[in-house]
């Protein structure tokens, strides 16, 4: 039967057609076949035939008609009908039965069932686990697969990928707040030592910002023998629930701040002090001590820490760092620091007018800066620039090529073919200068404080605003106040400065090759 057959019957509503469409169904692997025949059956609205076929020898007919049976008005189909497809043995009749079950939210118990004896089953391929993953997504809400979450969280003899899959559940699940057995067990998990999951837990604690981890992320933080990028993570998930900080962990973060760190650790840790609510003492540390030594791809977010501010002691002193190192303000808008003064005494603002003037002496030799180094940067090394895009130049922790990469920043897979060097050179040095849409920075403006990122999610009841790779924090629409624009790139400007004139020339030919020239290295 072709699918201009199945769709004539179904025209005529003669469903005496209904055997013969189910044997067509059983006859062809045409998929566009199915689909018309599948229509057909639930536009013709008779269960009765399709009930019976459920018990069908032909795999092809049950998947047929449960299918059509799921999506037919008043259905008769029953959760008995669907055990046999989540037992089975042949995936596709199984991947049905899954399929089936997302839209049927009250039949938890017999997919807790099948759950539990899938779990149990070695060499589950990843299409499989991410099946049970969105199955239990779609259950997550009633308090049975809840406990069959906190259940398998707690199993002392469950494997780090078995954990990795329920924490993966409780990231995608649309709950206001997480229960508390979850947050109790993530707290638990906080103290495992396993890197992964305690990375994975801190990525849930963060984006769900969940209260009551003070002592366990604290000990994360301070503990000099965890790496630093795993420490700062610590500390982003404390500071959006306690944005305040003790002296003493102040001080292990201004460490982290220094030169004798990577460049990703720096920025990462200049991302946390701009959501902290540090005191005056603090404040005075920042700009005596940290703004002078600060290279300029930290000199936005640093400055950013001072906003809002009002002692005339602090303003001060962060405009006389600031006329010490003015050469380095080339990223700074002007009005970014008219803003970030606005409260400040007007002796303050007074005594930032050459740092005005400098700034827009800078930004009026821009264009001169950037056909300089297009003339400089020949040369370069397609292979070379490859590897520094993923290794040296971090370009990779927040944008993607292919497959390869994160989805922060825009993916750069074809900027080869829709930009100009003019501009791919212009984005790099000045990222501010221009945004992507979809990637606007935001502030979100909340009551429990102001959050900087750009948003990845909206609905009606919450938004996902990512602060930085990663997970985004989850804020619910009622504790928003307002949502500002914010005309500073999350993108830290400054790169040509951490790569040499050679180095920069290749990361240039590698963009510039794009997409072709992921071909021709993968050769």
Not at 233 to 243: E, G, N, Q, W, Y
């Amino acid at each position: 039967m072709s699918r201009q057959a199945a769709t004539a019957l179904g025209q005529i509503g003669d469903a005496s057609g209904i055997p013969s469409l189910l044997k067509a169904v059983s006859r062809t692997d045409d998929r566009f076949v199915a689909h018309a025949v599948i229509h057909t059956l639930i536009g013709l609205g008779k269960p009765e035939p399709l009930l019976a076929a459920l018990k069908d020898p032909s795999d092809r007919i049950r998947k047929a008609a449960l299918t059509a049976l799921d999506q037919m008005d008043n259905s008769p189909l029953q959760k008995e009908h669907l055990k046999p497809f989540l037992a089975s043995a042949h995936p596709e009749l199984r991947a049905a039965g899954i399929w089936v079950a997302t839209h049927r939210p009250e039949w938890t118990d017999i997919v807790v069932e099948f759950l539990e004896k899938q779990l149990a089953r070695p060499g589950q391929t990843e299409e499989e686990l991410l099946a049970l993953r969105d199955l239990m997504v779609t259950f997550c809400q009633n308090e049975a697969l809840q406990n069959f979450v906190t259940s398998q969280l707690s199993n002392k003899t469950a494997t780090a990928e078995s954990r990795l899959l329920f924490l993966s559940v409780i990231g995608r699940c649309d709950v206001r707040q997480l229960p508390s057995s979850w947050a109790g067990q993530l707290k638990v998990l906080l103290s495992s030592g396993e890197g992964q999951i305690v990375s994975e837990v801190l990525n849930l604690v963060q984006s769900r910002r969940v209260k009551g981890m003070d002592t366990e992320l604290l000990s994360i933080f301070r503990d000099k023998a965890s790496a630093a990028a795993l420490r700062l993570k610590a500390l982003a998930a404390r500071t959006v629930t306690v944005p305040e900080i003790s002296n003493e962990d102040f001080a292990l973060l201004e460490a982290l701040l220094g030169k004798g760190q990577e460049a990703p650790v720096r920025q990462a840790a200049a991302h946390v002090l701009v959501n902290l609510k540090l005191t005056e003492s603090q404040l005075m540390s920042i700009a005596e001590k940290q703004l002078p030594e600060a290279d300029p791809f930290l000199m936005p977010g640093i400055l950013e820490v001072f906003n809002h501010g009002t002692s005339e002691r602090v303003g001060s002193s962060l405009v006389s760092s600031l006329l010490q190192v003015s050469d380095r303000l080339t990223n700074i808008p002007e009005q970014d620091l008219e803003r970030i003064l606005s409260a400040y005494p007007a002796s303050v603002r007074d005594k930032a007018v050459p740092v005005s003037a400098k700034i827009r002496q800078l930004h009026a030799a821009r264009q001169e800066k950037l056909a300089r180094l297009d003339r400089e940067l020949t040369g370069g090394d397609v292979s070379e620039g490859r590897t520094l895009f993923f290794g040296k130049a971090s370009c990779s922790a927040c944008h993607a090529i292919g497959p390869e990469g994160n989805a922060f920043g825009p993916d750069l897979t074809n900027i080869g073919d829709i930009r100009s060097r003019p501009d791919i050179l212009e984005a790099i040095v000045f990222p501010s200068s221009s945004f992507a849409r979809e990637h606007e920075t935001v502030n979100v403006v909340t009551a429990s404080g102001t959050f900087m990122g750009i948003i990845k999610e909206q609905t009606a009841d919450y938004l996902v605003l990512a602060p930085g790779p990663g997970p985004g924090l989850r804020i619910n629409r009622s504790e928003v106040k307002s949502i500002e624009a914010h005309n500073v790139s999350m993108m830290p400007p400054g790169l040509e400065e951490l790569l040499d004139k050679q180095e920069m020339a290749s990361l240039m030919a590698f963009l510039e090759s794009l997409p072709t020239g992921i071909k021709k290295l993968s050769k």
